[in-house]
Each structure stands twice: as C-alpha cells, then as structure tokens.
C-alpha cells in the first residue's frame, strides 16, 4: 500500500494518479477501437475529455454549494483546485450528461459506439482497482494462502489484484470481440455481464461494503446484472442477421456472378 | 444454438452467482475484522501520547474522545504547512468542540516554539521528535490532515495542501 508516491521530488497521490492514468488510456484506447466499427474516434475522445472536465467542474460546485456556509466568508477558495473537495451527487450525473449529448450531437448514439467504449471502460476501471490497491482500500478476508497481501496488520486477500486480473481477461476478450462482424451492443452486453459475473466472484473475498441480510449487495446487484445482461444479449443475436446470413449478400453475390459471367 | 446457449448461461448466472454469493457471505467475526485501529477512512484512530509545546503536558488522542478532532502532520520547513496554520488556529478558535492538534515531524522545542510566537498561534502543538506517530499513520508526505469524529473514527484524510480555512470549516461541518 502505498497513497503518496515520490515522483521526480515530488509528492504524488498515487490513487488519483493510477484513476487518471486507467482514464486517459481507456478514452485513447477506446477512440483507436472506433476505426473497426466505423465510429468516429476522435469524437469519442473529444466526448470523454469534455464530459471529464465537466464532470470535475460539476462536482466542485457541488462540494461548494453543499458547503456554502463554509465558503461564504471567503468565496474565492472555492476556486483553488482539491481532489478531496468534490461532491459525486452532481459531477457523475453532468459528466455523463455532456459526453452523451456531444455523442448524440455527432449522431453517435449508437450500440456500436457502446461496443467501442466498452474495453476502454474497463481498462480505466482497471486503473480504479489499482487505486484502491495503492490506497489500501477494498479490504480482503483474512486469508494464509500464499499471495495475501499484509494490510493494516492482516495477511488479507488482494481482492483488487484479483478484480485487476479479471478485468484483464474481459477487456483482452472485449477487444477480440469488437473485431467480429458481431451485431451492434453484443459486445458491450457481453462484457457487462463477464464483468457482472466476475465481481460476484471476487466480492465474495471482500471484508467490507454493504449487506443486505447477511449478503453483500454489491454480489446480489452482480447476480442480477449478469443474468439481465446475458438476457438481453440473446435477444440482441436472435433479432439480428449475421453477415453471411444477410440476404442483401446473397443477392449482392449473385449479381456479382451474373457480371463476371 | 448461440441464443439458447446464452439464456441458459443467464439462469446457470442466477443459480450459481446466487449460490456462491450465500456460499461466500461474511460471518459475523470477519465482519469486524476492518475495525481495528488504522490510519485509514472508516477505522477508530490509532492512539498515541506526545509531550506537548506548552504547559509540560501530554497530548493523548484517546482523551479529545467526545471531540472533533483535526490532526494535523506539518514541520515548520514545509511551505504549505506554514500558509496553512493560519487557517488552522482560526478554526481551533471558531467551531467549537473542535480540536486542531498540530503533530510536529522531528523538530526542536525552541524552533516550534519560535515559530507559533512569530505567526501568533496558540493550538495545541504535540512534538512528534522520534517521529514515532509519523510512522503509526504512515505519513508520506506534508502537509497530511485527519479529520476524526467525536467516537474516534478516521472520517477524511487530506493529503498535501496548503488546506483554505473554507475547506477545513467544510470537512469539520459534516462531522457535526
């Protein structure tokens, strides 16, 4: 566990720094993507910066308006930047909001476009699980098998390498994926519900977050998910044509017969 | 074929998420087991007693039980700390029922003592000279400031700084 990491003399939060790097290589990851469904990837990349900006800006004014009282006699502190000042209630919502609507400004609010974002995503949320490994946070069980990690005094289950090394092979398969002539969303639903399915594995080593009758929400909500999403998958591939089922193909070949003829 | 596949994939999801989600749940011991003392969000403080810079008294933590307390790690060469103090002693003197503790990193008496009689601050001061309370909240880097509520709890943990007088009122306000 290490929060505060020196980095050329100086000292850095290696949480936030680990989220910020997981971001800005999914966004770029994601916009590379695009070029193999035909989706415009600079947009997506300009979508995700700006929705991020807006997102941050969102939850600053929302921390300040929560805590008028507090910034009331000395208004102007409201601008100095602070990552532990931000209120999520206002900035998820604002960001989503902005990166959506520049989307869907460009008509790319399209299944494919969640196709294309669906690896990047996972890779930032790799960088999340590496923030909370770095910051000590998402506590294991007690465990005495080889791999624990001591934290706070404990040999505990590395419950965020673990949900690491699951992300890795949903976003690899991911990626894989999104260069199959698959149908548009098959390989969002797909990896949301791989994801689903393997935090109901690996929560189940997690020694915090809430219960609900003895179980843990966050496995519950996965069950659900997962079941839901595979759901709507087969739905997606019973409603769609597959390209070599396409009847515009076949007709498309046999003129093309004719013509060499 | 893919199609049915899938939907029996969905209900093999719910039989044996469902399974492994009562298989794994927490007992009721292990439940317990993140409570012990940490320098971390959601965890009692870890306890300790320093000499403090005035009066030849102890400063124990485990004593402002009750209290709000501000633990700040700062020396008197940190840049940041030293803009910070100012806010500091303003919030130890207008909330009350807060306490701003300043641990001092591992310096003299007579430079701490200098320093609080040139900036004209008067919150308690505990000298951390082994730099033992350092090593007990894992402190990397200064500024650091735990914010802790009146049972004893970690609540927040800001790391670096200079902290405005706004953003301390702020983290102290939803600890009331």
Redesign the interface.
Known sequence: M????QVFGF?V?AGPLAALIGFVAGLSFAARLARWRDVDGAAIHDAGFYGALAGLLAARFG?VVA?W???A??PL??L?P?L??LWPWTGWPVGLAVAGWMLWRKGMARAEVLDVLAPGVLLGAIGMAAADFLN??S?G??TTLPWGVAL???VRHPVPLYEIAALVIIAGSAVVSVRRPLPAGAVALGAL?AYA?AR??V??????GA?LA???VS??A??GV???A??L??EV??TSVPAHRNPTHFIEAESHADNSQ | M???W??R???A??VL??L???????EAH??G??D?P?P?VG?PAPDFTLPALRDAQLIRLSDLRGRIVVLNFWATWCPPCRVEMPALHHVQHSIPDVVVVGVNQQESVERVDRFMREQALDFPIALDVQGEVNRLY?V??LPTTFFIDRAGVIR?????GPL????I???V??LR
């Open positions: 290490a929060p505060i990491i000292s939060q921390y805590h009282s507090a910034y006699s000395e502190s409201a100095m602070s532990t000042a000590g946070d506590l069980l007690p706070w005094g404990v519900a399915m109901v594995a929560d189940g080593f997690r020694a915090d219960l003895g179980l843990r496995q519950l996965g069950v997962s079941a839901v595979l759901w998958l087969s591939l019973a | 893919a199609v049915q899938l939907r994939l969905a209900l999801a719910v998420g469902g492994w989600t009562w298989i794994s749940r927490p292990q439940v087991v993140a012990a940490a971390r965890v894992r990397r880097a927040d943990i800001v790391y670096g405005t007088k706004a953003l009122e702020s983290k306000s939803a």
